[in-house]
């Protein structure tokens, strides 16, 4: 496939990360087709050049790479799978490409129904919140066949810097997982040093500047730290969509016959936000623990 010359790139999902990917890809010189539940979140997109449809199924119909970023596995499943979704009604040789953290077992699943129809699937979850987003840093974790991930590798190179072929269908996934666990207990930390520094009568801006390049940094001390300090707990990633994510990596574990603790916390910690009207908050609202 000539990838550049001949590639009509659709984009379903335009929400707080999907809206900048698909930004990236109009400004490299794409025709980018676009869909999303609420239209207003593509506005942005179509006043700047993206074509907008009304399905998926349209999008189907117009494009030979298909790049997805929607909410939950349900989601995916009904983008893919369902009547009127991709697979449905997609050409032979179009490259379809989930960037939704989903299911090890739903990625495969897409794999082998899209290999019938003689459509190329990637599972290709991503880490970086939308600061990684909008600059385009985005770390990009790839499952499938090695023949499309190097069709498609020059299009992952505008989303982001870290590009890294896992292995066969779900391998994406499965490292997503291996992500959202190291982040879960890795918040925790965060927000006990920032609430611990302020109960101590220190500046938190300060200790951060200590901290944070030594042994304990972290992306989300660097990033979401700073957020916390200053009250800013607006959605780079949702709180509901990361006890999503870590109730696959529970499930996916627990089929493993592996215990997870540090993950079951947080997922309890989490769960208590989200009940307590937070879920649409930011992953760093986990903060607001502690003042309850």
Request: proline share 3%; hydrophobic share 40%.
């Amino acid at each position: 496939m000539a990838i550049r010359n001949n590639t009509v790139i659709g984009f379903i999902g335009t929400g707080v990360m999907g809206k900048s990917m698909a930004g990236h890809l109009l400004h490299a010189g794409y025709p980018v087709v676009v869909y999303s539940r609420t239209k207003s979140k593509a506005e942005d997109l179509i006043t700047n050049g993206a074509e907008w449809t009304n399905s998926p199924k349209e999008v189907a119909e117009k494009c030979n790479v298909i790049i997805t970023m929607v909410g939950y596995p349900s989601d995916v499943e009904e983008v893919y799978i369902g009547k009127n979704g991709i697979i449905s009604n997609g050409n032979a040789g179009t490259y379809v490409i989930d960037m939704t953290t989903s299911t090890p077992t739903l990625a495969k699943r897409i794999h082998e129904e899209a290999k019938k129809k003689g459509i190329f699937a990637l599972d290709a979850p991503v880490s970086g919140g939308d600061i990684g987003a909008k600059e385009a840093k985005l770390s990009i974790m790839v499952g499938g066949d090695k023949e499309t991930f190097d069709e498609m590798e020059s299009i992952f190179r505008l989303l982001g810097t870290n590009i890294v072929y896992q292995g066969e269908a779900g391998s994406g996934q499965h490292t997503k997982m291996c992500n959202q666990i190291a982040i879960a207990s890795n918040m925790i930390g965060v927000c006990e040093a920032i609430v611990y520094a302020e109960k101590a009568g220190l500046n938190p801006d300060t200790v951060l500047k200590s901290i944070s390049s030594g042994a304990a940094g972290s992306w989300s001390l660097s990033n979401l730290a700073p957020r916390m300090i200053n009250g800013n707990f607006e959605p780079g990633f949702y709180i509901k969509h990361f006890i999503k994510d870590m109730n696959i990596a529970f499930q996916e574990a627990e089929a493993m016959g592996m215990e997870t603790p540090g993950l079951a916390l947080a997922k309890k910690m989490y769960a208590q936000l989200a009940e307590a009207g937070e879920e649409d908050s930011g992953t760093q609202a986990l903060y607001k623990y502690w003042e309850r």
